[in-house]
């Protein structure tokens, strides 16, 4: 088995604004609030459901192409994290430094052409 898309993560000036806009074209659901300022929204059935969430995260200067507004997290299907870590360094992906604390829950990798993403501990399960 593979990964799959958990989450899609855009920063963005105003998450709220964003998050109306977003529900109303995806018929999506405000799922979550963490307390940090950004919003969490997808398909009624939640996180690891049918589609990947959008997490709206605030950002008074939007990053440069350096840092894109935009990254995957993916989510391990039939294997815990560190596996998983294992097997995208296997297959050409890098550790990325973004500023990290290396306390988090999750582990900020790139691909062979220097794109962001992250790996979530949380396992989903297979689409199908």
Same mark, same amino acid.
């Given at each position: 088995?593979?990964?799959?898309? /958990? ?18 074209? $995806? ?7 963490? /307390? ?12 690891? /459901? ?18 894109? &507004? $935009?990254? *995957? ?5 039939? &294997? ?11 297959? /050409?992906?890098r ?8 306390e988090?829950?999750?582990h900020? *990798? ?19």
């Open positions: 088995m593979a990964c799959r898309i /958990g989450e899609l993560v855009l920063e963005c000036r105003e998450p709220e604004r964003l998050a109306e806009f977003w529900c109303e074209v $995806l018929d999506f659901v405000v799922l979550d609030r963490p /307390g940090d300022g950004s919003i969490e929204i997808g398909a009624r059935d939640g996180f690891g /459901g049918s589609q990947p969430t959008i997490i709206l995260s605030p950002r008074d200067e939007l990053s440069s192409v350096a840092t894109p &507004r $935009l990254h *995957l997290d993916l989510n391990a299907t039939d &294997r815990d994290q560190a596996a998983e870590l294992d097997r995208l360094l296997a297959a /050409g992906a550790p990325a430094d973004v500023g990290q604390s290396d988090e829950e999750w900020v *990798l790139q691909d062979p052409e220097g794109n962001i993403f992250c790996l979530l501990r949380a396992r989903i399960a297979p689409v199908g």
